[in-house]
Nanobody, 122 residues
């Protein structure tokens, strides 16, 4: 059974940093890419970043480029999202999801974590 578990969310002041983790288990194949999505209250879920499984290619939404960094440790089956220079508009529930390709289309992803809340506020 595929399972994705996020952690690392919390309350941080504007300009601060957080690192989110996504631990994956139950995959029968190592061929899975991991994306981070987020959803703010009253807004649609949007893609934030994605990393491929073998060559570790990375992709970022324009609104996080230069501030967020995605990485993965395949030995630990863990993907990280380092978030720096956080803004109030980054406040959302952050989810990790697995798919056979990196895509910004959330409906393409079948496997999701439960989400972790990130709140940026002074």
């Amino acid at each position: 059974q595929v399972q994705l578990v996020e952690s690392g969310g919390g309350l941080v002041q504007p300009g601060g940093s957080l690192r989110l983790s996504c631990v994956a288990s139950g995959f029968t194949s190592d061929y899975y890419h991991i994306a981070w999505f987020r959803q703010a209250p009253g807004k649609r879920r949007e893609g934030v970043s994605c990393i491929t499984v073998r060559d570790h290619s990375t992709y970022y939404a324009d609104f996080v480029k230069g501030r967020f960094t995605i990485s993965r440790d395949d030995g630990k089956n863990t993907v990280y999202l380092q978030m720096n220079s956080l803004k109030s508009e980054d406040t959302a529930v952050y989810y990790c999801a697995a798919n056979w390709r990196c895509s910004w289309l959330d409906y393409e992803y079948n496997d999701w974590g439960q989400g972790t809340q990130v709140t940026v506020s002074s």
